[in-house]
């Protein structure tokens, strides 16, 4: 019995050592290294940069300078003054025009000369040579100068050329003295249309042009400014040469007349004035529109106050440039 349990307890040992799983054989050897030529090679970039574009000057244009010159008798002599300053900044206008005595320095300006030139015959001028006294003096007379040496001086000043052959664009203003209404001269006899425009009632006598007589511009329009852009003018210089009623000398029968006259036209030229981009406005002072013996010193303020806003002026002009035309 004892043997019989001895015999199976060796088989049964038998069985179970045949069952057992031979353990798992781990290798500790580390794999062969890769070869760099066996891994592809990636080129990393750096990120672009924007390119560096600079900045793009503003495109000027060609703007239409128009200078629009004002009436004042004697004191016009300053629009020379301004003229001057003008040139030695390289501002030239391309359209001029004027009213009364801006109507004169206008014309002589549009035919080619100068603030060199205009300065001289300033000086130069002799009072009589643009006096032609009305014979009789009261009665019938309507204005004790009749004009025509007015108009015979400016015409040979710009050599007889007419009004629309001058070498730049010009227009003079006048007044319609039956209908009150401006008149623009842009064609023909330009003396005769500077006589019409300065043709200050009760000095003057009336310029009769065709069915129509015209008496001095400073009555509808004391400074163009308005007849500038008419004539294309996208830029207007003003100059004001009028003063304030109450500085106004009226020690004569004109300066009498020409403080009406400034009375009459503050509040047009609030309005004429308040359209133009640059006024220019020369200390005068109480020099009197008969005062043509101060002919360097009504020049000289004009200059000063032309230099006095060529700054502003400069910085506008240059901003209309770069504006888009309308």
């Known amino acids: 019995m004892h043997l019989k349990r001895f015999a199976f307890a060796i088989l049964a040992a038998a069985a179970l050592s045949g069952c057992q799983t031979s353990p798992t054989t781990v290798s500790t050897e580390l794999p062969p290294p890769i070869k760099s030529t066996d ?23 060609k703007v239409k300078i128009g200078l629009a010159l004002g009436g004042g ?6 629009h020379i003054g301004v003229i001057k300053a003008l040139e030695a900044q390289g501002i030239v ?13 206008g014309a002589l300006y549009a035919a080619g ?8 015959m300033a ?42 052959k001058l070498k730049m664009p010009f227009g003079a203003v006048a007044s319609d003295l039956k209908t009150g209404q401006p008149i623009l001269f842009q064609r023909g006899n330009t003396g005769m249309a500077v006589r019409a425009s300065s043709a200050v009632p009760g000095v003057f006598q009336p310029v009769k042009i065709g ?41 004569s029968s004109l300066e009498v007349i020409m403080q009406t006259f400034s009375i009459m036209g503050q509040r ?34 004009g200059e000063r106050a032309t230099l006095a806003v060529m700054a502003q002026l400069k910085q506008k002009l240059k901003a209309r440039r770069e504006t888009p035309a309308p």
């Open 39 to 61: 891994v592809p090679l990636v080129t990393v970039e750096p990120p672009a940069q924007a390119a560096v574009v600079p900045p793009v000057a503003p495109v000027q244009r």
């Open 73 to 78: 008798a004697a004191r016009g002599f300053a």
């Open 93 to 105: 206008p391309d359209i001029v025009v004027g009213t009364s005595a801006g109507s004169v320095v």
């Open 113 to 120: 000369n100068d603030a060199k030139t205009l300065q001289k």
């Open 123 to 164: 000086v130069d001028l002799d009072e009589s040579a643009i006096s032609d006294w009305a014979l009789p003096l009261f009665g019938k007379s309507s204005g004790v100068l009749k004009g025509e040496a007015l108009q015979a001086f400016v015409n040979k000043a710009v050599h007889n050329v007419t009004i629309e």
């Open 211 to 251: 069915d129509h007589t015209y008496v001095d511009g400073g009555l509808v329009a004391p400074v163009p400014v308005r007849f500038a852009k008419e004539m294309g003018a996208e830029f207007v210089i003003a100059v004001n040469i009028s003063t304030q009623a109450e500085a106004q000398a009226t020690n």
């Open 268 to 301: 047009i030229n609030q309005l004429e004035l308040r359209d133009a981009d640059i006024v220019i406005q020369p200390p005068l002072g109480k020099m009197g529109s008969a005062e043509f013996t101060n002919r360097s010193g009504a020049m000289q303020a």
